[in-house]
């Protein structure tokens, strides 16, 4: 089995305070997050963002394995996690996540790529944890 970690530190109040995101490794130490980053557009991080970007990762490693798996190796595999907050009641959901991305590999059978992507996009592991709708818009270039 393997763990990782990420921590965060949270000071004050809901909209006067803030805090800081790290992860094991240190790729993110301290960085700031806090009610403007999250729901101003102010400076900073915030958990949407960085769920964004884990999914795109994930995603795009899963798309590797799945082109690996059909003897297909891509060129570039681009994703973008678009990661949806709606209100709901007081508080917020996340009820969606939008994932774009653009897979090339030159010379591969097109319906091919769109079954790796599909088959990705059911097998990554982010993909299974987020209860979310999960959306996606594939840009194929063979």
């Known amino acids: 089995m393997i763990k990782k970690s990420g921590s965060a530190h949270w000071h004050g109040g809901i909209k006067d305070g803030g805090g800081t995101i790290s992860t094991q490794t240190g790729v993110l130490k301290e960085a700031p997050y806090g009610f403007k980053s999250r729901f101003e557009g102010g400076p900073g991080t915030n958990p949407e963002e960085l769920i964004g970007a884990a999914h795109a990762g994930c995603f795009s490693m899963a798309l590797s394995l799945m082109l690996g798996n059909a003897n297909m190796k891509a060129e570039s595999i681009d994703t973008t996690a678009t990661v949806s907050l709606d209100q709901d009641g007081d508080g917020f959901t996340i009820k969606a996540v939008h994932l774009d ?33 999960i959306t996606i818009t594939p840009t194929v270039e063979v």
Do not use: F, H, I
């Open 101 to 133: 991305t653009t897979v090339k590999v030159p010379g591969a059978d097109k319906a091919a790529v769109e079954k790796a992507v599909a088959d990705a996009k059911a097998g990554c592991p982010v993909s299974k944890l987020l209860k979310a709708e």
